[in-house]
C-alpha cells in the first residue's frame, strides 16, 4: 500500500471514527431514552384505559343487577307471572300439527346450519324432551306466528282466544317495552315448579319447554333459574357466565335472574338473557377507538375463566378478512372458521396470553408480549369480578403503533447521522489528498531520479537534485549522494582486480584445454574397455541362460515322456470299454430275439380264437334258427361268444406290450452301438496324442543340441573380449601420466586466482549485509 493511500485512510479514519462513535452514543442514549419515556407514557395511558373500562363493566353488571331485582319486584311482572302460571296449563291441548316440526327442520335447521359451518342440530332429540304444553304453545306462538324468524315477539295475541293468549296481550307490550329500552337479548317468567318458561318475549325454542326436564334442562338458563328459584329474598340475584346456547344457534349467551315474590310466596323466577351489544358498546367505546386514544390497534377486552373474549374484538369489527387471515396464520384455523361464521369472538376467540393467566391468579400489571393474533403488545391486565365469576380485563396497543414515534426519530437519527459522517468523509479525504500530495511529491521525483541511475547505464557520476531541499528529503538526497561517491571508488578498485583475474584465467584456460583433449581420450579408452567388459558379461549371461534352457528343455521332454506313457494307458482303458460296449448290444439284440418269439405265440392263440369264434357264431346262427323265437341254445352260444371276444382283448393287450417291450430293446442297442462308436473315436484320440507327443520329444532334443552350439560360440568370444580389455587398460595408463603433469600446471594457476579472489572478498567485505 503506497504512503498516499495509508495516509489518507489515517486521516479519514481520525476524522470519521470518533464521529461514528460520537453519534451513535448520542442517538442510541436519545432512542433508549425515548423508548423508555413512550413505553411510560403508554403504560400510563393503558392502565388508565383498563381501569376506566373496568369501571364502567362493573357499574354496567351493577346496574342490571338492580335492574332485574327492580322488576322482579314490580307489581306488573308479579301480576302478569301469575297470570301466566294460571293461564299455563288450564288450556285444552290439541294434537300438534306438522307446522311445528317444519319450522323446526327448515327455518330454525336453515339458521343454525348457516352459523355453524353447515352441521344440523339435533333436533329429534329436542323434540322428544319436550312437554305437551310445551308442543301446545309452541305451535301457538311459533309455528302460527306469521312473522319472520327472529321477529315472533310481533305476535301479542293467538288465535286461540284463551285466557293465557289474553293475558299475553295484557303484558306482552310492557314486557317488550322494558326489553326494547334497557337492550336485553329476551326475557323469561319461569314456573317455580315444573319450571316451564310460562312467558318469553322472542319466542325462541326455549318457549315454553321445561328447565327441569325439558331439553335444556343442562344449560346455563336452567342454571340461573334453579339458584335463582334457591333464593328466600326477591333482591337476591344469580348471574351465569356466558357459553354456547342451542336455541341461540349456539352463540354465546348469559343469564341473570332474581325470584318474585309476592307477599312472601315465590311466584316465579324472572331471567334475563343479558344484551351482548351493550358489554361491546362499553369495552369498543362505541367503536371510536381512535377518538379515545387507542389509535389504529389499541383496544380493551374481557376474557373469561374459561380463557375465550366475552365482547367482539376490535379487529374482527374493523376488518374481518385481515382478523380472520392472522388467525390462521397464527395455527388458529379452527376458531377462524367458526368466528367467521357466527360473525362473533365472544365464547369462541382462545386466549391464553400471560396477562390473561396471570389476571385470572388475581394479578394485574403491566407487560409486552404477543397476542392472540401474534403480534407483539403492550398490554396492562387486571382481574375482574363480575357476578361472582373471575374475568380478566385487558388493555392493550400494538408495539409498532405504540413506539412509532422512537422508530421515526431513529430513521432520521440515522439519515442525519448518515449525511453528516459522508460530509465529514468528503472533507478529510480532500484534506488527506492535499496533505499526502505535498509529501509524496518530493518523494515521487526521488524515486524517479534514482530510477534514472539504476536504469541508465550505471551512471556513479551522476548526483540527486533533491540534496538541495532544507527538509527530511533533502537530507536523504545528500546521505544517497555520499554512498554513491563511496560505491564509485569500490567500483574502481574491483575494475583492477578484476584485470589481473582476467591474465590467470587465459593461462588457466590453456593448460584446461590440454586436460580435456587427454580427458577425452582417456574417456574413449574407458567406454571401450566398459564395452568390452559389457560383452564379455553379455556373453557369460547368455552362456548361464543357455545351460537354464537346456536344463528346462529336459525336464520337458521327461514330463512329456511321462505324458504319452498316460496317454496310451487311457488309450488300453477306453478300448476295453468299447469291447463291453459291443457285448451289451449283443446282449440286447438276443433279448429282442426273443421277444420276437414270445409275440409269435401270442398271435397263434389269437388266431385259434378267432376260429373257435367263427365256429361258435356258426353254431348260434344254426340254433337261433331251429328254435324261433323260443331257441334257448342261443343264449348259451351268446356267452361263450363274450368269453372268447375277451380272451382276444386280453391278448391283444399282450401284444401291445410285448410291442412297447420290443420298442425298449431296440432303443437300448441303438444307444450301445452309439456308445460303442464314441469309445472307439476316443481311442483314436488318445493314440494320435501319443503320437503328437513323441514328436515333441524329438524337437526338445534338436533344441538342447543347438544350445550346445551357442555355448561354445559364447566363449569364444569371452576370449576375443578379454585380449580387447588388456589392450585398452595400457591406453588409459599413459593418458593418466599426461593428466598428472597438467594438474600440475592447473594448480599454479589456480593459487594465483585464489590470492585475486581474496582481495576482491576483501572489498566486497567492507559492505554491511547483516
Not at 388508565?48 to 311482572?77: G, H, W
Not at 326475557?187 to 319466542?203: A, L, M, Q, R
Not at 326436564?213 to 344469580?238: C, H
Request: negative net charge.
Amino acid at each position: 500500500m503506497k504512503i498516499r493511500t495509508k495516509l489518507l485512510l489515517m486521516m479519514s479514519s481520525i476524522a470519521i471514527i470518533p464521529l461514528i462513535l460520537l453519534a451513535s452514543i448520542l442517538s442510541n442514549t436519545s432512542i433508549d431514552s425515548l423508548f423508555k419515556s413512550l413505553e411510560g407514557e403508554k403504560k400510563q395511558a393503558l392502565v388508565a384505559a383498563r381501569e376506566q373500562k373496568k369501571q364502567q363493566i362493573q357499574e354496567y353488571f351493577q346496574t342490571i343487577e338492580n335492574q332485574v331485582t327492580t322488576y322482579s319486584n314490580n307489581l306488573m311482572v308479579v301480576e302478569a307471572a301469575k297470570s301466566f302460571n294460571d293461564s299455563f296449563y288450564k288450556t285444552t291441548i290439541t294434537e300438534p300439527s306438522k307446522k311445528l316440526t317444519q319450522y323446526y327442520f327448515n327455518q330454525f335447521n336453515s339458521e343454525y346450519k348457516k352459523r355453524n359451518q353447515q352441521t344440523n342440530a339435533e333436533i329429534p332429540s329436542i323434540l322428544g324432551l319436550m312437554s305437551k304444553e310445551a308442543f301446545h304453545w309452541q305451535e301457538q306462538y311459533i309455528a302460527k306466528n306469521k312473522s319472520p324468524l327472529g321477529s315472533k315477539d310481533s305476535l301479542f295475541k293467538a288465535t286461540d282466544n284463551s285466557d293465557y293468549s289474553n293475558a299475553h296481550d295484557k303484558y306482552h307490550g310492557a314486557f317488550r317495552n322494558y326489553l326494547n329500552k334497557f337492550g336485553y337479548y329476551d326475557i323469561f317468567v319461569v314456573e317455580p315448579n315444573t319450571g316451564h318458561i310460562v312467558y318469553s318475549v322472542f319466542k325462541e325454542l326455549d318457549y315454553a319447554t321445561s328447565l327441569l326436564t325439558g331439553p335444556y334442562a343442562n344449560t346455563e338458563l336452567a342454571q340461573a333459574f334453579k339458584v335463582a328459584n334457591s333464593f328466600t329474598q326477591a333482591d337476591q340475584v344469580y348471574q351465569t357466565d356466558f357459553s354456547p346456547y342451542l336455541p341461540s344457534y349456539l352463540d354465546p349467551a348469559a343469564f341473570i335472574a332474581s325470584p318474585i315474590f309476592e307477599n312472601g310466596e315465590k311466584v316465579a323466577v324472572l331471567i334475563f338473557q343479558m344484551p351482548i351489544h351493550n358489554i361491546n358498546a362499553i369495552m369498543t367505546s362505541y367503536g371510536k377507538w381512535s377518538e379515545v386514544g387507542f389509535g389504529a390497534s389499541g383496544e380493551t377486552y374481557l376474557v373469561g375463566s374459561d380463557q375465550t373474549m366475552r365482547n367482539q374484538s376490535r379487529f374482527l369489527i374493523e376488518n374481518k378478512a385481515a382478523y380472520i387471515q392472522a388467525l390462521k396464520q397464527s395455527g388458529q384455523a379452527v376458531e377462524a372458521n367458526i368466528i367467521d361464521a357466527k360473525n362473533t369472538s365472544i365464547g369462541l376467540q382462545k386466549i391464553n396470553t400471560k396477562g390473561v393467566s396471570e389476571g385470572l391468579k388475581g394479578k394485574a400489571g403491566f407487560e409486552e408480549y404477543l397476542d392472540y393474533r401474534g403480534e407483539p403488545v403492550f398490554s396492562a391486565y387486571a382481574p375482574l369480578k363480575v357476578g361472582g365469576k373471575n374475568w380478566v380485563i385487558l388493555s392493550e396497543i400494538d408495539k409498532a403503533e405504540a413506539l412509532q414515534q422512537a422508530y421515526l426519530l431513529e430513521a432520521k437519527m440515522f439519515d442525519i447521522s448518515l449525511y453528516i459522517t459522508i460530509g465529514f468523509v468528503v472533507v478529510s479525504l480532500c484534506a488527506g489528498l492535499y496533505f499526502a500530495r505535498s509529501l509524496t511529491t518530493p518523494l515521487n521525483h526521488l524515486i524517479e531520479n534514482l530510477k534514472a541511475i539504476a536504469t541508465g547505464g550505471a551512471d556513479l557520476t551522476q548526483q540527486l537534485e533533491e540534496a538541495k531541499r532544507d527538509d527530511e528529503i533533502g537530507e536523504l538526497g545528500k546521505a544517497f549522494n555520499v554512498f554513491n561517491e563511496f560505491i564509485k571508488d569500490l567500483v574502481i578498485e574491483l575494475k583492477q582486480t578484476s584485470e589481473c583475474m582476467a591474465a590467470s584465467s587465459t593461462q588457466l584456460k590453456g593448460s584446461t584445454v590440454v586436460a580435456m583433449d587427454a580427458a577425452s581420450q582417456q574417456k574413449m579408452q574407458t567406454e571401450m574397455v566398459a564395452a568390452a567388459v559389457e560383452e564379455f558379461h553379455m556373453s557369460i549371461k547368455e552362456v548361464a541362460n543357455n545351460t537354464d534352457q537346456s536344463s528346462k528343455t529336459s525336464e520337458n521332454a521327461d514330463t512329456i515322456s511321462k505324458q504319452s506313457a498316460n496317454f496310451a494307458e487311457d488309450a488300453r482303458i477306453q478300448i476295453d470299454k468299447l469291447v463291453n460296449g459291443v457285448e451289451s448290444a449283443s446282449s440286447v439284440i438276443s433279448m429282442l430275439s426273443g421277444e420276437v418269439d414270445e409275440i409269435k405265440v401270442i398271435l397263434r392263440v389269437i388266431d385259434e380264437i378267432a376260429e373257435q369264434t367263427n365256429l361258435l357264431a356258426l353254431n348260434a346262427a344254426i340254433e337261433a334258427a331251429r328254435a324261433g323265437e323260443h331257441g334257448r341254445g342261443f343264449s348259451v352260444v351268446a356267452d361263450e361268444v363274450r368269453c372268447l371276444a375277451a380272451r382276444t382283448q386280453q391278448s391283444t393287450v399282450e401284444v401291445q406290450n410285448r410291442m412297447n417291450a420290443l420298442e425298449s430293446a431296440a432303443g437300448k442297442a441303438v444307444s450301445s452301438m452309439d456308445n460303442a462308436a464314441s469309445m472307439a473315436h476316443s481311442g483314436i484320440d488318445l493314440v494320435s496324442q501319443v503320437r503328437n507327443k513323441l514328436t515333441d520329444v524329438a524337437d526338445v532334443i534338436e533344441s538342447l543340441s543347438e544350445m550346445n552350439a551357442t555355448i561354445a560360440t559364447a566363449a569364444n568370444q569371452q576370449k576375443f573380449a578379454a585380449d580387447s580389455v588388456s589392450e585398452s587398460i595400457c591406453t588409459i595408463d599413459d593418458y593418466a601420466q599426461s593428466n598428472a603433469a597438467i594438474t600440475e600446471q592447473v594448480k599454479a594457476s589456480s593459487e594465483e586466482l585464489n590470492q585475486y579472489a581474496n582481495n576482491l572478498s576483501s572489498l566486497v567485505g567492507r559492505f554491511k549485509i547483516a
